[in-house]
């Protein structure tokens, strides 16, 4: 029967005991490396079991043989007879002679058996080969090369997982490394070793749990069961408790701020933050105390100030501690009271540096120092100042006597009239209420005094006398207001004398005299001024108004004699060559003429040519824009003027008379009165008259020779008051413009 008739020798049985991996059918080429999977962020989960495929009885053996053809069912118990060889040699040539898949296998699982013994004893004498070289060797050979490949078949498939898989996963063990676990779980993902598998990896994962690169294999493992596999982890959540107190204890131990932030960055749910968040704070802390962060140490005050655990309070005594010292040294160099009492105020209660006594020390020390130098200078402003840096003062009730003798001081000597009264309000009893009220009773004469002086007017003087009947400065009061009515009686008499004579150099030479009058000090040169008002515009005011009286006419050659001197106030006005008729109304040289040939006066000289001598003229009033078309002007000289006279009084067909410049002669053309009417605030005398020219200007006399009127351009007159009427010219009644006469011969 040759060596497949051979006793059987005892086969070496392969348990089944250590089930750890479920292992998926497919095969990988030797070489092979999966690439890794993606990291996935990573959560406690519940762990899930592991997904249990049901095992397929194991078939009869007779149902099996069978199905067999006699030559393999004659290999198989062939085999029973080299299953116990311990040369790899002998079972591959059996292999050879009997090339039958299931005789194949069993024969295959037998070396793998002697390779993996080989490499466990390390045997010196075994031949050297691939898969016995090492345990690397080993699995790349069995598990990821395809020297046994996966069977088709159910019951050879069980057979294949139950007597290769276990050498393997002692082989994994041995090998110890993180890489080949997780290529064997992605190779074998639906073995019934999966979960044994699965928790070697684990087991070994623990080992590397203090250290990042751990962490690393972590995601990576976990990424790999969730996301690619369908296996969930069976200790996920064990796993990552474990990572997040050995991580936690090595970050500690470490003690950098960047391992603080990985640390939170990769587990930002973990139990143990609270503690990490902790010592970076202690570390910004320590920065801030470095660099005198006053707001970072309040910003960590604040956020432990209320937290129980042992550590924030550390934290937070810490931060305390040292803003108290820096502050304290605030304090005391600013040297204020505010300073020190705040100072004490914001630490009652949390004195970890044990400093308020020093600052009590040194508020009392201030408060004696401030005390002394108000004293010293006994101003009420320095005892307002300590009351209020020392509101609770043992020495209250002295300071505040002090306090107010200070402001009565203060007030009286200011003269202060409102101060000195609010103070006698709000200290009714006070012992300087005499000297107060004293004060008042001088303040109150010095400016009755100074008001009737001011006024002059004895007035003032009586309504004190009534306020302070039997006051101390009474006498001197009567007698004042006695010489001030005696003076009063004198001037005004003196200014009565001078109407009179109706000279106001008169009453100028009394008030020289009488300098030391109280009226001529104050209002002499005032009244002064008046009176020549008064008397300047007496006579212009009764020739406007006043009615004539007598004959109403002159007699032709009184009249032809008053035309003829009239010569010496009547004259030319020329600007920038404009020129037009003026007249002289008043002594003093003041000119009557239309403001519409003064439209240049601003860059020409004005020149008034009166009697053929040319006399350089000022404006000294002009109407308004708007107003009458009438100015006067100033030349130097004494003039005998024209006199002035009423229109109101002039007689239907009164015969006027115009004096107007031509051609540098002085023209007397003649008209008649018709009427007089008003528009608005003007009054415009109508006159019948061929040869009176309204463009050539010229005042208009009547047979009293006094000036009534003056002529304007006829664009000037009111249209209300034109009539449809033959040779009928209008004139600007000078009663219109008595207001601006008046103005100019007083000088305003």
């Known amino acids: 029967m040759g060596r497949h008739t051979r006793a059987a020798l ?43 495929r049901p095992v397929e009885s194991p078939p009869a053996t007779e149902p099996k043989l069978r199905s067999m053809s006699p030559q393999e069912q004659q290999a198989l118990e062939l085999l029973k007879s080299v299953k116990g060889a311990k040369k790899t040699s002998i079972l591959e040539r059996f292999i050879k002679d009997h090339p039958y898949p299931r005789v194949i296998l069993l024969a295959k699982f037998r070396i793998a058996e002697i390779d993996c013994s080989d490499v466990e004893t390390q045997n010196p004498f075994r031949p050297t080969r691939t898969s016995n070289s090492s345990w690397q060797a080993f699995v790349n050979y069995y598990a990821f090369g395809d020297y046994i490949p996966v069977p088709d078949d159910p019951e050879m498939q069980r057979i294949y997982y139950e007597q290769l898989h276990p050498l393997l996963i002692q082989a994994f063990e041995h090998l110890n490394s993180f890489d080949s676990w997780i290529r064997y779980l992605t190779t074998y993902s639906e073995n019934p070793y999966f979960g044994q598998a699965a928790e070697q990896v684990e087991k070994f994962l623990l080992t590397q749990a203090s250290r990042w690169e751990g962490y690393e294999m972590l995601k990576s493992y976990l ?33 950098r701020m960047d391992q603080y932030r990985r640390y939170l960055e990769a587990f930002p749910d973990a139990s143990q933050r609270s503690r990490i968040v902790a010592r970076m704070d202690r570390m910004d802390l320590n920065d801030a105390c470095i660099k005198n962060d006053r707001v970072k140490m309040k910003e960590i005050i604040r956020k432990y100030e209320k937290d129980p655990d042992p550590m924030a309070k550390q934290i937070m005594g810490t931060a305390v501690n040292y803003l108290e010292r820096l502050e304290f040294k605030d304090a005391v160099t600013s040297g204020t009271v505010a300073a020190l009492r705040d100072f004490t105020v914001r630490y009652k209660g949390r004195d970890y540096a044990d400093l308020i006594k020093d600052a009590d020390a040194r508020l009392t020390k201030l408060h004696d120092q401030m005390l002394v130098k108000a004293r010293a200078a006994g101003g009420s402003r320095n005892y307002r100042q300590f009351l209020e840096s020392f509101p609770d003062t043992p020495q209250r009730a002295d300071v505040d006597r002090w306090l107010e003798e200070a402001e009565f001081k203060e007030a009286m000597a200011s003269r202060n009239r409102d101060q000195i009264m609010d103070l006698l309000t709000r200290y009714p009893n006070s012992r300087m209420r005499q000297p107060a009220l004293d004060r008042l009773e001088d303040i109150d004469y010095g400016e009755q005094k100074t008001k009737a002086v001011d006024e002059p007017s004895p007035g003032p003087l009586k ?98 004699r008053a035309l003829s001197e009239y010569e010496h106030a009547v004259g030319a006005v020329e600007v920038g060559g404009v020129a037009g008729t003026g007249f002289v109304f008043n002594r003093d040289g003041l000119v009557l003429t239309n403001a519409h040939i003064l439209r240049n006066a601003e860059k020409e000289k004005i020149t008034v040519k009166i009697d053929g001598q040319g006399r350089l003229a000022r404006i000294v009033a002009i109407a308004d824009p708007a107003g009458p078309d009438v100015a006067i002007l100033r030349i130097e000289g004494t003039f005998e003027p024209v006199p002035l006279g009423n229109s109101s009084a002039l007689s239907p067909r009164e015969e006027l008379i115009c004096l107007a410049v031509q051609g540098g002669k002085i023209e007397n053309l003649k008209g008649a009165y018709i009427n007089t009417r008003r528009a608005g605030q003007n009054e415009w005398v109508l006159i019948q008259s061929s040869r009176i020219s309204p463009n050539q200007g010229g005042v208009i006399l009547n047979q009293r020779a006094r000036a009534v009127a003056i002529m304007v351009p006829s664009d000037s007159v009111d249209p209300s008051v034109r009539e449809n009427a033959a040779e009928r010219v209008y004139a600007l009644s000078l009663r219109s413009i008595k207001p601006l006469l008046e103005k100019a011969v007083v000088g305003e």
């Open 463 to 560: 309504r004190f006398l009534e306020t302070y009947p039997s006051g101390r400065h009474g006498a001197e009061a009567r007698k004042l207001i006695a010489d001030m009515e005696q003076q009063f009686a004198a001037y005004t008499a003196a200014i009565q004398k001078a109407r009179d004579a109706n000279n106001a150099s008169q009453f100028s030479a009394w008030l020289i005299e009488n300098q030391t009058n109280y009226f001529s000090a104050r209002r002499g040169q005032k009244d002064l001024d008046a009176l020549k008002r008064e008397l300047a515009t007496q006579q212009l005011n009764y020739d406007l108004t006043a009615a004539p009286t007598g004959s109403r006419t002159l007699l032709p050659i009184a009249l032809a």
């Open 10 to 52: 005892p086969v070496v049985a392969v348990g089944s005991t250590l089930l750890l991996l479920a292992l998926s059918c497919t095969s990988v080429p030797q070489g092979n490396r999966l690439p890794r999977p993606a990291e996935p962020k990573i959560t406690p989960e519940a762990a899930r079991p592991p997904v249990k």
């Open 223 to 255: 990424a790999l069961c969730d996301v690619r596999l369908k296996h969930p982890s069976p200790n996920r959540d064990l796993l990552i408790r474990t990572f997040q107190e050995e991580l936690a204890n090595k970050v500690e131990k470490d003690d």
